[in-house]
T-cell receptor
């Protein structure tokens, strides 16, 4: 069975902290994505990666960075957490570039609160 | 990017009713998916349907790629169908990224 696992379901962090959100997939997918979801704004793409050590900015990359050292793991980093980064974060995984017509699968989401 | 519009934004039904959700998109695509977001926030895959028609139990979907829309049909609604339904599209030039609509919030009352 397809599996995308996010490291935490709920997270509470303090303003200014460095925060790591981890996502692991077991499908040998090359593409991985980080979205955030806010009421009334839908899902917005933060960053994505199409290969190990490769990354592309999405629509709202400010305040975030990512790391993809291994194919199965894609980390989202909040360099200095702020209250406006309180949100639901969703990781997704999708088949490789050679087979672009493939289905994306999502993790269970991480609800992050920055206080 | 590709603009995705979903309608209606909100839908309230009584159990047993049928409904149709619509997704319009602004450009040609070769990837289209429908998701249901459960109460815990996870996006559950319903259909991968870049073209044609598929059925899965009480749910079915049709995509007319040439006219840039897709429809999701829910028949005999149940309370467990409640939640947000998202349409997402993509094309080969976008390195696999998906563009999402704002979703349709469905509430089914017993």
């Amino acid at each position: 069975d397809v599996k995308v696992t996010q490291s935490s379901r709920y997270l509470v962090k303090r303003t200014g902290e460095k925060v790591f959100l981890e996502c692991v997939q077991d499908m040998d997918h090359e593409n991985m994505f980080w979205y955030r979801q806010d009421p009334g704004l839908g899902l917005r793409l933060i960053y994505f990666s199409y290969d190990v050590k490769m990354k592309e900015k999405g629509d709202i990359p400010e305040g975030y960075s990512v790391s993809r050292e291994k194919k199965e793991r894609f980390s989202l980093i909040l360099e200095s957490a702020s209250t406006n980064q309180t949100s639901m974060y969703l990781c997704a995984s999708k088949g490789d570039r050679g087979r672009i017509n493939t289905e994306a699968f999502f993790g269970q989401g991480t609800r992050l609160t920055v206080v | 990017g590709i603009q995705v519009e979903q309608s209606p934004p909100d839908l309230i039904l009584q159990e047993g009713a049928n409904s149709t959700l619509r997704c319009n998109f602004s450009d040609s695509v070769n990837n289209l998916q429908w998701f249901h977001q459960n109460p815990w926030g996870q996006l559950i895959n319903l259909f991968y349907i870049p073209s044609g028609t598929k059925q899965n139990g009480r749910l079915s979907a049709t995509t007319v790629a040439t006219e840039r829309y897709s429809l999701l049909y829910i028949s005999s609604s149940q309370t467990t169908d409640s939640g947000v339904y998202f349409c997402a599209v993509g094309r080969g030039s976008t390195l696999g990224r998906l563009y999402f609509g704002r979703g349709t919030q469905l509430t089914v009352w017993p």
